[in-house]
């Protein structure tokens, strides 16, 4: 859990990896490029979402907030 990084202030919260690792996780996250060992020939991932919320998760999520501030 030392890669995963935390910020937060009043209004948002991020929590996401840094350095090599967060590289890593962009590349495969997104389908970017890069090469597998130096000296070796860049490689193209495909994109697959490793973190994230659906849209159904993030309705969910909004109900929830708004049914327990509206009590």
């Not at 991020?14 to 060992?37: P, Y």
């Not at 495909?46 to 969910?60: F, I, K, M, N």
């Amino acid at each position: 859990m030392r890669f995963l990084k935390m910020e937060s202030n009043a209004w948002h919260l991020a929590i996401g990896f840094s350095g090599r690792t967060g590289r890593l996780a962009r590349v495969h996250q997104f389908g970017e490029s890069d090469q597998v060992a130096p000296g070796r020939p860049k490689v193209r991932y495909p994109a697959r979402q490793l973190l994230g919320l659906t849209e159904v998760d993030q309705q969910q999520i909004i109900d929830q907030l708004l049914a327990d501030l509206t009590r």
